[in-house]
């Protein structure tokens, strides 16, 4: 069916479709409506999902933990604040290796409160061991969502699926659903390896490790990351099999023979393709890298991808306060540091608390990278 | 104990399906204050049983006859439950 959504309807029309077990969330601006409009499918009748709304996002992941310690297919939405509340638990839910799927509409971080979207929330929780799926349209965050839970359920690690705050949480688009009874073919049902519930053949989940035995099962979980990609690669490869959408981990926009690309994720990439398709129209020659997935990073597709390219500038929409660069130049670069002949890379931040990105913008940033002079290290785009 | 396991010999996500091995691990050396349980008092109701999180009540034939000291971390929620009173927190001597 074709209709019009918003990022936060679609999101909530693609949980309804998956009709998970086991819904615990509270919601939090921008993606409020997810949790409001799914609670609304619950109300109705037209999922089987038994909803716990509890008194505070800690209390949602700890809840989602629980159910899908249970052996349940578990989902929640957040953002922001809500995010960094759930902190502690998120990590938990990594470490325990339960796929849980989360959806975020991605924004700043407080203080000064703002509630407009950047990654600042998201990549705050880079190091908790959760996939993150950064996408560029509505649509691609409803196709990533149901995606996400096929893929955590077969790598057996919590994913979250990051949607622009109000950029696209809150912007109507066109978007191509799938039927109901596509969805849940194309997800069956969740095999889980264990069941909290099942008293016949009790478990402990959540033991005490330490120093004897943390680092060990650290390790495997990391392992249970590194070994991600190709299961994301085949997930995506069946359902643009099955619904002609397919979204490569990173996808080269009009990069042959350019001279300088910009690397992003997130909506902000719909942004970078109408400057390059004016800059392209002028016979400037640049690209765009787009970067759908950030955890795992995937450092060989990036390095092969970037080591074709003389400039490159990193477009970060959030800040790790005084690192040697954003958050994505930093781990950029250390994927080409081993390169031979290496290129020229820039960092940017741009965009945080919602601030305009405009094509203009981006094609400022290409002509600055194009020219190699750029007075400060990291800059702010845009910033007065 | 059996030599350290390595981290690819590991269950995913650290759950323990070999509850036996949980015994190895005696906790009561964690234990600061001491549940200490009055035979007399007891009017046997098991509450204890109940609530203690580390199953050291020690039940035979339906009665409580003690407490495991080797496991027992001292919390005190069968002191505290107690609706006869009869075990009372001490403080464990060196």
Known sequence: MILAKTGNEAMAYAMKQINPDVVAAYPITPSTEIVQLFSNYVSDGEVDTEFVAVESEHSAMTACIGAAACGCRVMTATASQGLALMHEMVFIAAGLRLPIVMAVASRSLSSPLN?????????????SGWMQFFCETVQEGYDTLIQAVKIAEKANLPALVAIDGFILSHCQERIETLDDQAVRDFLGVRQPQYNLLDWRNPILVGPATLQDYYFEFKRGEIEGMNQTLPIIQ??????????????PVLEEYRCEDAEAVLLLMGSACGTCRVAVDRMRAQGKKVGMVKLRVYRPLVWQLLKESLSKFKRIGVLDRADAVNSYGGPLFTEVTSVLYDLKEKPQVYSYV??????????????????QVLSGKKDEFVTYVGVR | M?????????????????????????????????????????????????????????????????????????????????????????????
């Open chain 1, 115 to 127: 509630i407009h979207g950047d990654h600042s929330d998201s990549l705050a929780s880079r190091d």
């Open chain 1, 234 to 247: 085949a997930v995506q490869e069946e359902f643009g099999k099955r619904f002609g959408r397919t979204y």
């Open chain 1, 350 to 367: 741009y965009g945080l608390g919602g601030k305009e990105f405009s094509p203009d913008d981006a094609i400022a940033v290409f002509e």
């Open chain 2, 2 to 94: 059996a030599k350290a396991k390595g981290w690819r010999e590991l269950p995913c996500g650290a759950i323990i399906t070999d509850m036996a091995a949980v015994k190895e691990n005696k906790t009561g050396a964690w234990r600061s204050m001491r549940p200490v349980w009055d035979k007399e008092k007891c009017k046997q109701c098991l509450m204890c049983w109940v609530y203690c999180p580390d199953s050291s009540i020690v039940v035979k034939e339906g009665k409580v006859i003690g407490i495991n000291y080797e496991y027992c971390k001292g919390c005190g929620n069968c002191a505290s439950i107690c609706p006869a009173k009869a075990i009372t927190m001490e403080k464990e001597r060196k």
